[in-house]
């Protein structure tokens, strides 16, 4: 008979503590398969319901918080306002990195002689990522396959295309800072008033004046749009006023200026803060008296024109700085339209899609786009520096490029994916901060060419080289180093 050796009573609680957690550990992986493999639950149903379901398997569940980031998107067991000790893993799918999973711990742990995380623990984190990054393959492509599908069947029955929402002269959105506009165009078309649009680059400035006009008693006449900011400072005048024969050197004949072309009508004068100060006399003269004189002449002309002005800067700082005369302020500030940033009305993101998918589908001849879900959900997130006519260029570009029509979140540019480095603590950056980045961003994938970043940000290049100036300026803590 041999003796059984003695076990001290300690080893035997630590085996049984052990022997727990495994436990603890398998039935929370069992809880993550039941629910990625439930055929009742949506995608985003089951993410959440994986979320909650992984603090069970920690040593500590009560004070365990489990998140998930997928792409622009976030699910949270709890709120976790402050984070002791955190583990987490990436989720790869394709060989991207397209979110994380990760517990932490809201307080600090009772043992504090415990590790945070048991080694097993870290495995089980990893394998958690590794099922959802097989499950969201599985979903993309099957996502991908319902659209080849649902195109072959849409082709084979004529399925018509989905109604757009437009508001006046093309302008698109269903939100409350849109439908303000709206009302504000409606109101601008009874009168003969002069009326100043303000909204950044890219926003729809000249399609709200061009609603305007064609709104009014003026509809039957000229609407001449005049982009101030892209006329050489010497022939701005020449240009809006016109010239005589012999007024300087080449002036061989007469020539009318946009104000003579525009009679009876509209003149929409875009970035008018790009006048110098001697024109902005001239066209305060023109609307005080309602008259022009071409350059050359001694004689004025009678003109009848209303007058529509826009710019992306606040004039009542540059009348503040003496870089705008306030006389001239004042006379073009009796009406006065605020166009919303494309980030101050997400909602409408979507239409916007929907509206120029059908437009290029048209002019190139071509099928309609189809979005994924997580493409459309980086589009809406995105802050768009350059606006609605960034996101027109993004699906001009798109339209031409795709093969199946199939728009997934790796057809998009870089600076619209997810960046899981990216946490609460680290993100919160000014929105101008974000700006600058972005700008500096598409500058490297063009080699610094100008040209094209201007194009693919939606803005001309004046706008560009001011927003570059930010960038070089000293002291900008934003960034310090200098683009090639």
């Avoid at 932490?104 to 097993?120: N, Q």
């Amino acid at each position: 008979m041999t003796d059984t050796p003695y076990e001290e009573p300690h080893h035997t609680e630590k085996l049984a503590h052990a022997l727990e957690e495994r436990v603890k550990e398998l039935h929370c992986l069992y809880e993550v398969s039941a629910i990625l493999a439930d055929e009742r639950r949506s995608v985003d149903e089951k993410l959440q319901s994986l979320v909650e379901s992984l603090p069970a398997g920690m040593q500590f569940p009560s004070i365990a918080a489990a998140r998930l980031r997928l792409d622009n998107r976030n699910f949270e067991s709890s709120p976790t306002p402050k984070v002791v000790h955190q583990q987490s893993s990436d989720i790869r799918v394709f060989d991207e990195v397209v979110g994380q999973v990760e517990v932490v711990y809201k307080k600090t742990i009772p043992d504090g002689s415990t590790p945070a995380f048991l080694r097993e623990e870290a495995l089980l984190i990893h394998e958690v990522a590794r099922r959802l990054a097989d499950f969201l393959t599985s979903e993309w492509r099957r996502e991908r396959a319902h659209h080849l599908e649902k195109r072959r069947h849409s082709q084979a029955s004529g399925a018509a295309k989905p109604a757009k929402l437009d508001g006046p002269q093309g302008l698109v959105g269903q939100s409350t800072s849109m439908r303000a506009v709206y009302r504000a165009i409606e109101k601008a078309s009874t009168t003969s008033a002069t009326v100043l649009i303000h909204g950044e680059s890219g926003t729809g400035k000249e399609l709200v004046a061009r609603a305007i006009h064609y709104g009014s008693k003026r509809s039957g006449a000229p609407f001449v749009p005049v982009n101030c900011a892209a006329i050489p400072e010497s022939l701005v005048e020449s240009e809006l006023f016109g010239y005589v024969k012999g007024a300087f050197t080449g002036a061989d004949t007469t020539r009318a200026g946009f104000f003579q072309t525009a009679e009876g009508g509209t003149i929409f004068l875009d970035e008018v803060s790009e006048m110098n100060t001697a024109v902005q006399a001239k066209l305060l003269r023109v609307l005080q008296n309602q008259e022009v004189r071409m350059v050359g002449s001694d004689h004025t002309r009678a003109t009848d024109v209303r007058i529509l002005a826009a710019t992306n800067q606040n004039l009542a700082d540059l009348v503040e700085a003496g870089r705008f005369r306030a006389d001239l302020f004042f006379r073009l500030h009796v009406l006065t339209i605020d166009l919303p940033p494309l980030r101050e009305r997400r909602g409408d993101v979507k239409l916007l899609i929907n509206h120029f998918v059908d437009r290029w589908a048209r002019q190139t001849h071509g099928e309609r786009l189809a979005f994924s879900d997580r493409a459309l959900s980086a589009l809406e997130s995105y802050d768009w520096p350059g606006n609605v006519r960034e996101l027109d260029n993004l699906i001009q570009r798109l339209s031409v490029m795709s093969d199946d029509r199939y728009v997934d979140i790796d057809d998009l540019p870089g600076p619209m994916h997810f960046e899981p480095t990216h946490t609460p603590n680290t993100s919160l950056r000014t929105l101008h901060e974000v700006e600058l980045d972005h700008v500096q961003r598409v500058l490297d994938a063009v080699d610094g060419n100008r040209s094209r970043a201007a194009d693919i940000l939606g803005i001309d290049r004046k706008t560009l080289r001011k927003k570059l100036d930010a960038i070089e300026r000293p002291g900008d803590v934003s960034r310090s180093a200098k683009p090639q």
